[in-house]
T-cell receptor, first 112, second 115 residues
Framework: GESVGLHLPTLSVQEGDNSIINCAYS??????FIWYKQESGKGPQFIID?????DKRQGQRVTVLLNKTVKHLSLQIAATQPGDSAVYFC???????????FGPGTRLSVLP | EAGVAQSPRYKIIEKRQSVAFWCNPI?????LYWYQQILGQGPKLLIQ????????DSQLPKDRFSAERLKGVDSTLKIQPAKLEDSAVYLC?????????????FGPGTRLLVL
């Protein structure tokens, strides 16, 4: 069965506020994680990745945090914009030769 | 750099009919993936190719689904016969390497509705 996420929650934020999207994973052997953004009618788009030897990685307006102790991953979006509205998926990889397992996703709605 | 191309974008068929999807990966990408994404869920891997060989097809329902990548570039995914539960978006992705956790780049997907 799925090892990442359990359902599709929805997060609504005001434009300009910061967003935090969470993801729980169950396999402690996972050592590489990716956040994808999927807009309506499009395929998933890579946002940011992180390896298990790190606990934080920053990109442009996005930060990913990894807490291996509780097997939790989060995506922080600063100054959320209308164009950030989408479904966000975390995906985990359990090592060399393994494929990615995707969670069910979180829908982010940005309110004007 | 051109992205992953897929066609058709939409397809409506009746149950028990057959359907085929086409994917052209990013130029030079050796690894190609087909995913099934049911509404409200994350993508689920169906099959992975490395060049023209199958690396992983453990989650492909082989009684009705088939896929090929004969020349190691384009790929087709076929469903025959289709069932109602096959209604989903079929995503193709490619990456430059396999087994080294390389980022996968996705196409826009083909939305299939089985009536």
């Amino acid at each position: 069965g799925e090892s990442v996420g359990l359902h599709l929650p929805t997060l609504s934020v005001q434009e300009g506020d910061n967003s935090i999207i969470n993801c729980a994973y169950s396999n402690s052997a996972s050592d590489y994680f990716i956040w994808y953004k999927q807009e309506s009618g499009k395929g998933p788009q890579f946002i940011i990745d992180i390896r298990s030897n790190m606990d934080k990685r920053q990109g442009q307006r996005v930060t990913v945090l990894l807490n291996k102790t509780v097997k939790h991953l989060s995506l922080q979006i600063a100054a959320t914009q209308p164009g950030d509205s989408a479904v966000y998926f975390c995906a985990e990889n359990m090592g060399y030769g393994q494929n990615f397992v995707f969670g069910p996703g979180t829908r982010l709605s940005v309110l004007p | 750099e051109a992205g992953v191309a897929q066609s058709p974008r939409y397809k409506i068929i009746e149950k028990r009919q057959s359907v085929a999807f086409w994917c052209n990966p990013i130029s030079g990408h050796a690894t190609l993936y087909w995913y099934q994404q049911i509404l409200g869920q994350g993508p689920k891997l169906l099959i992975q190719f490395q060049n023209n060989g199958v690396v992983d097809d453990s989650q492909l329902p082989k009684d009705r689904f088939s896929a090929e990548r004969l020349k190691g570039v384009d790929s087709t995914l076929k469903i025959q016969p289709a069932k109602l539960e096959d209604s989903a978006v079929y995503l193709c992705a490619s990456s430059s390497m396999t087994g080294r956790q390389e980022t996968q780049y996705f196409g826009p997907g083909t939305r299939l509705l089985v009536l």
